[in-house]
Every structure is written in structure tokens, then in C-alpha cells.
């Protein structure tokens, strides 16, 4: 991308060095001896050569040899842990009659038979490529593997992991009903799943079964998901209790789910909205159980707040968002991530967690001045899937410069000039245009007839 900061960082001397930028400390692998200021962050200067960081240092020092960002924040690259990248646009095509969770789910479905090798592709490279120029490095997503399009979904994936690989690494999570998973076809579908080192997810609603039965039937389904991913050796990542149903309550099953098995640091859970409904006792009882278990909580702030508490014609008065202060209290390690973008689900969204970031600041009233948050689009969800992020000597330098100075200034504006660094080098590749995609949806009806 081309701006001001790009144009400043060039014409003082060879982009080589960069002197008196800020980071949150925590985001520093060895922050030893950099002091740490009132506010969390370090002071430092970098040294790149070839595509590593060869000096970080605290900050003061040769200013005149290279850079200087004057308190610039830099940030490590960023990890989107809770994705779709098999959906992402096709809200051009399908329309969601009422903007509900249960609307998205059927206009999605409707939409499998366009999902072609090539129309996959188009969308979900794009999606990439969105996500690549925003600064992130590693992805997460969730794919419709169940049904007729399955094998089209796979294959176009694992090319796509491929081709994208030493830019986003992709990590990919297998979804089916959770009542799928006592079916017979349970067996080759987390064989499939393990085939291509994904994880085992699905959604915790079970449909169809009657009210007494529920809760055995929750337990049967949880053993045999647990059963799969034991004999697969695989992570869990669920959607969990995606809903303002203070009754919805299947988090806690999942977390004595996950204990009984022993699978604990392995399971993540995306949404829990509905233990933003419940009483304190009931939901610090729950989150205790979590934070046991060890299991990671993914907030989707973007989609909470715009498919929760959704009426015909009224205002919401629910945020949707799980209780991120509480559950951090626990010690439960959370992520920020994107979750849909321009699909039934949600019709925005741009794949920046920039964006992920400052809207759930404001959602949930998270800290504008502690930086703590920022790793929950960093450094947190990158550990969970197994990557390192922070800053240090030796590794590669991939980080992300920004025109800001404070939380609050890089939170105010959508930091669109920020300076990517990947291998030692700003990326010079702007966002993509949307007109790229006209192509796969070139002759629907949700097209954009207007611009024809
Ligand atoms: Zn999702």
C-alpha cells in the first residue's frame, strides 16, 4: 500500500533500520532489558537484514542512521483464528430474507451447489488477499465439509493452503451439526478432516430431539466428537451457544466434555453470546469450568453485533458479546477474530482485525489504554495455533508499523496507511478491487446491476 508513512519510512534512509518505535512488551518474545513504560509499552529501535530482525534495542540510539517512527507503534503480524473463507461473498448471490442466524444457515446451504473449484478460489483468494494486506499471517477457517460440495471444498482448500503458504499460513476446522457426529458417516469425515490437518468443529445445537432427551443426547454426541478427535489426535474448535438463550448453556457441557476426555488446552469455543444473559453466579460457575478445562474463548464482535438480538423493525438493546472482562478474570486465553465477511451472515467485513479490534473495544468496552487486547488479535490466537508472533533477534521480520502513537490514536482512525513488513520488506500489494469478483457472480440476481 502507498502512504504517507510508507513515503517517510523510505526517504529516511533504507527502510534497514527504525528507530523509536513503541510495542506492547508482552509482544516482545525476550523484553529483558528494553524498559517498559507506564503505559505497557517499549521503547525500541530495530535492525532488518535480508528478511530477519538482527538488533532490537532499547530505543535512543544512532536515531540519525535510520527511521526515526517517533513513537510509531509497531505490532507483530496479525492471527485470525475464527474464519469462513469458504462463504465469504457469496451475499452476493444469496440474500438473507431476515438477517437472521437460522436465515444465514439456509440461504448458505442453498448456496453449495455454486461452490466450483473455481468459484471457491476466486472468493476465497480474494478474501486472502484482503487479509494478507491488512497484516495478517495466520488463519483459521471453518469450511462447509458436509454434503455435496465437500470434495469440491477440500481440494480447492488444500491448494489454497499451499499456494498461500510463507504468506497466511492456513489452518482449517471440519464443520458438521454436532448430532452429526454419532451418524455412521462420522467415522471418514474426521478421517478426512485428519487427512488434511484440520481440526474437528461444528455447532452445538442439536436439532430434532425431543426436550427430555436433550441433555444425554448432548453427552452422546460430545463423547463421540471427543472419541474422533482422540483417535485422530486433533484440536476442537466449536461454535458455542451462539445465541442470547440464557437457557443455552452447552459451553458447560463442552467443558466437562473436555475434562472427562482429557483433552483440556486443546478446545476452542467460538460466539458463548449467551453468557452474556445469565446471572453472575451462573456465569462465573461456567467460566470456572472453562478456565479448569483449559479451554480458549474466540469472540466474533463484528457478527455478535449484528446478528444478535435481531427484530423485524426494532432496535436491538443487546450487545451480543460474551463477557470478555469476566472471562479474562478467569485467565481464559481469548481471540478477536473476523468470522464472516460479505456472506449471509454478515454482508461487511474485510478480513482486518484492525477493524476486529476497535469495534470490539467499543462493543465491549474493552481498555483504550492498556494494550492487553492487542494480543487477543496477535499473540493469543497465534499461540493457539501453534505460531509465535512476537518481535525478537533472529526471527523473521514481519511486523506491522502503524501512524499511531497510543492505543486511542491507532483505535480512531481504520489505519489504513499502516506499513506491513513481511520479510524484512513493505508490501507494496493494495487491497484488492471488488470488481475482481464480478466474474464468479456475474449473472445473479444480488449482483451489482447497478454498476452494469
Ligand atoms: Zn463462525
Not at 455454486?114 to 483468494?125: G, K, S
Not at 464480478?438 to 449473472?443: E, L, P, Q, Y
Request: contains cysteine; proline residues 5%.
Amino acid at each position: 500500500m502507498s502512504s504517507h508513512l510508507l513515503d517517510h519510512i523510505q526517504a529516511q534512509g533504507d527502510g534497514r533500520r527504525l528507530c523509536r518505535a513503541r510495542i506492547p512488551s508482552a509482544l516482545l518474545a525476550d523484553p529483558g532489558r528494553i524498559p517498559v513504560e507506564t503505559d505497557g509499552f517499549a521503547h525500541i529501535d530495530l535492525t532488518l537484514a535480508d528478511s530477519k530482525i538482527v538488533g532490537l534495542d532499547p530505543a535512543g540510539q544512532d536515531v540519525d542512521q535510520g527511521c526515526d517512527l517517533a513513537g510509531a507503534i509497531i505490532l507483530p503480524v496479525l492471527a485470525d483464528i475464527h474464519t469462513h473463507l469458504d462463504k465469504s461473498y457469496i451475499g452476493r448471490r444469496v440474500t438473507n430474507p431476515d438477517n437472521s442466524l437460522l436465515g444465514a444457515v439456509r440461504a448458505t446451504t442453498s448456496d453449495h451447489e455454486n461452490w466450483t473449484e473455481d468459484d471457491l478460489w476466486t472468493r476465497a483468494d480474494f478474501a486472502l488477499r484482503c487479509a494478507y494486506a491488512h497484516g495478517t499471517a495466520y488463519m483459521r477457517s471453518h469450511l462447509d465439509v458436509l454434503g455435496g460440495q465437500s470434495n469440491t471444498v477440500w481440494r480447492t482448500m488444500a491448494r489454497l493452503r499451499d499456494e498461500w503458504r510463507g504468506r497466511i499460513e492456513l489452518q482449517f476446522v471440519a464443520m458438521a451439526p454436532l448430532g452429526f457426529y454419532l451418524d455412521e458417516g462420522a467415522s471418514g469425515f474426521a478421517g478426512r478432516a485428519a487427512e488434511h490437518g484440520a481440526l474437528l468443529g461444528g455447532v452445538t445445537v442439536l436439532r430434532n430431539v425431543p426436550a427430555a432427551e436433550m441433555d444425554n443426547k448432548l453427552v452422546d454426541a460430545l463423547n463421540a466428537l471427543f472419541g474422533y478427535a482422540r483417535t485422530h489426535n486433533l484440536d476442537i474448535d466449536l461454535h458455542v451457544d451462539e445465541s442470547l438463550d440464557p437457557g443455552a448453556t452447552t459451553l458447560l457441557s463442552v467443558a466437562e466434555a473436555t475434562e472427562r476426555h482429557n483433552w483440556q488446552g486443546r478446545v476452542t469455543c467460538g460466539h458463548c453470546c449467551s453468557l452474556s444473559q445469565m446471572d453472575d453466579k451462573q456465569r462465573e460457575a461456567i467460566l470456572a469450568r472453562c478456565s479448569m478445562a483449559g479451554i480458549s474463548l474466540v469472540s466474533l464482535p463484528l457478527v455478535n453485533t449484528w446478528l444478535q438480538d435481531r427484530r423485524t423493525n426494532r432496535t436491538p438493546t443487546r450487545r451480543g458479546i460474551a463477557p470478555l472482562l469476566e472471562a479474562r478474570a478467569h485467565g481464559i486465553p481469548i481471540g478477536l477474530a473476523s468470522d464472516n465477511c460479505g456472506d449471509p451472515f454478515h454482508p461487511f467485513g474485510d478480513y482486518d482485525l484492525m477493524e476486529v479490534l476497535r469495534e470490539g473495544t467499543r462493543t465491549a468496552q474493552l481498555s483504550e489504554r492498556s494494550p492487553d487486547w492487542v494480543e487477543s488479535v496477535t499473540t493469543v490466537p497465534a499461540s493457539l495455533m501453534g505460531a509465535d508472533v512476537r518481535l525478537r533477534v533472529a526471527c523473521g521480520a514481519d511486523f506491522i508499523v502503524f501512524s499511531a502513537r497510543s492505543l486511542e490514536e491507532m483505535l480512531t482512525r481504520p489505519q489504513h496507511d499502516r506499513v506491513v513488513f513481511r520479510s524484512g520488506r513493505p508490501l507494496r500489494q493494495p487491497l484488492p478491487s471488488f470488481a475482481e469478483l464480478d466474474r464468479v457472480f456475474a449473472g445473479d440476481r444480488a449482483g451489482l446491476q447497478g454498476l452494469r
